[in-house]
């Protein structure tokens, strides 16, 4: 079950959300707000000390000084099966082997940085067991396939930009018949649509701030997003609050589902 502390915090993210309607500025605030330290959610062991998978760091790094896995292994006193495990990131990356890197190859660890802020996220993600494919342009769900498309990673500013829009469409994918039957498909511009983005854009903040994915401030381009929307919902002063309700909900099933396969 997601803890008590999670529920409560989105509860009073949703009330945030309600008595702001009227400024873009305070609702973005609201919205994206994303917090700059790590929360471990109580009750889960998902979130205890991050393991550091950077197996493309590794691969990347060999394949520039053109060497094979067995001299890349012997270099960093380690046997060629656990080098190979690393690069297929079914290993982590150990603090000796960081030293080894440093020592053997002059390698800056700070270039490991991103994939260490990242790694609970991509567990968690990992762990909805949601089906994802990379390539193309643009990010989406497809309801008819139950998969989410996303652009390649590298196609993004960095880590917070690629997992705030894959959080987007994660929780468009709790909308499911077969998960929390939400309303969704109607057309492009219609009230349905844009209550739907709404949900998506409110519960990809809530995991964002659950996963620690944070930037110094709200994106531009989230405040944008929701203005947009809520424009064309400005009829229904009640929107706001519905889509974060909903928001929290999908949250909460994905923190359930997650904790769930964590244990079996």
């Not at 008590?4 to 702001?20: C, F, G, I, P, Y």
């Not at 492009?188 to 110094?216: H, K, P, Q, R, T």
Request: overall charge negative; aromatic content about 8%.
């Amino acid at each position: 079950m997601c803890c008590q502390a999670d529920t409560h915090r989105h509860a009073l993210q949703t009330e945030k959300l309600q008595n702001n309607l009227s400024s873009e500025a305070i609702l973005a605030q609201c919205v994206c707000q994303v917090v700059n330290i790590f929360t471990p959610w109580s009750d889960s062991p998902l979130m205890s000390e991050p393991s550091l998978y950077a197996g493309a760091a590794l691969r990347r790094l060999r394949r520039r000084e053109g060497l094979t896995q067995a001299v890349m292994a012997q270099r960093l006193s380690i046997s060629p099966s656990y080098l190979n495990l690393i690069e297929r990131n079914q290993r982590p990356v150990t603090a000796r082997v960081v030293v080894e890197l440093v020592d053997q190859f002059d390698y800056d660890p700070r270039a490991l940085q991103d994939y260490l802020e990242y790694a609970n996220a991509k567990a968690f993600v990992a762990r909805t067991g949601a089906t994802i494919k990379h390539g193309g342009d643009k990010a989406f769900y497809v309801p008819s396939k139950d998969a989410i498309m996303l652009p390649a990673r590298e196609a993004f500013i960095d880590g917070a930009a690629y997992y705030a829009t894959l959080f987007h469409e994660l929780t468009h994918w709790t909308g499911a018949d077969k998960r929390l039957d939400r309303k969704q498909g109607g057309k492009f511009g219609s009230n349905d649509y844009a209550f739907e983005e709404l949900v998506a854009e409110i519960g990809a903040a809530f995991l964002c701030s659950d996963m620690g994915v944070s930037n110094e401030e709200p994106r531009a381009d989230h405040a944008q997003y929701l203005k947009h929307w809520l424009e064309i919902l400005r009829a229904s002063d009640k929107a706001i609050g519905d889509a974060a309700s909903q928001a929290g909900k999908a949250t909460e099933y994905l923190n359930e589902l997650t904790a769930v396969r964590v244990a079996a």
